[in-house]
């Protein structure tokens, strides 16, 4: 990751992500496969489908359950790829916890990135390159015609030398401007868990209570997209069994309130 990395890391559109998705719209996504197949009949549009998707785990799905794959392995697959996403969801969460903590009990920022990097899995970030392309971000984000949206987005979507580079330039923000400057961002930033531990650190509320509330942020997440993922997994399955519309539809519902 180069300076034109720290300016440019989220210019590319955002992905659909199951973990943000409603299930309402995960099972309606479901349902018009279904649709378009007793229309269409033609399974090369499920091809097509894949190649255009860019949500990892219903690609997966696409790929397998339409193969020449039994259903029980179908599903063993997908409970692997599931057990796969999760984890590094929640490394991701993690490591987003960890440092709106170091931010809420005024961190010294290089400690702060010392724990990240404990987290951060395969990446060749150094410490000195990280401090580097945060300061870059800051300078940038300084910037008259900044996209402050994109360049102040965090989320568990952006890879781990990138997602440790955003939070180290919120952690120098907080410590060269104080937990309130975090404020002026705030603005900028989409409902999120990362969203609201910036509005706790910047309100000035204990590190302590942080920690346990973006603890409880991950964990309600993590069990929704596990949800999430056995109900895409059983609504691929019915609609590879050739079930009718409205069977299909009866799984989705055994997974809604």
Known sequence: MDHKDARDQNTAPNELDILEMPVEALAAYWLSIKKLLDTKRDKALLAAEMENTGERFIRHLLDTAFS?????????????????????????????????????????????????????????????????????????????????????????????????????????????????????????????????????????FEAEFVSSHLAALRDHALSGARRKMRMATEMCLAIKAGLPYDDVFRVARSFMV
Do not use: W
């Open 68 to 204: 020449s794959l039994d259903q029980e392995l179908v599903r063993e697959l997908a409970r692997a790829k599931s057990q796969t996403l999760l984890a590094e969801a929640r490394r991701r969460f993690e490591m987003i916890r960890l440092a709106l903590t170091g931010m809420a009990q005024n961190e010294n920022p290089r400690l702060t990135f010392i724990r990240l990097s404990g987290l951060m899995g395969g990446t060749t970030l150094t410490e000195k390159r990280a401090f580097e392309l945060a300061y870059g971000l800051m300078s940038t984000v300084g910037e008259k015609d900044a996209n402050l949206p994109l360049l102040l987005c965090v989320d568990h979507k952006q890879k781990d030398d990138r997602l440790a580079v955003k939070l180290l330039f919120y952690a120098l923000a907080a410590r060269r401007n104080g937990k309130q400057a975090l404020n002026e961002y705030l603005p900028h930033l989409k409902p999120s868990p990362f969203a609201e531990g910036v509005s706790l650190a910047a309100d000035g």
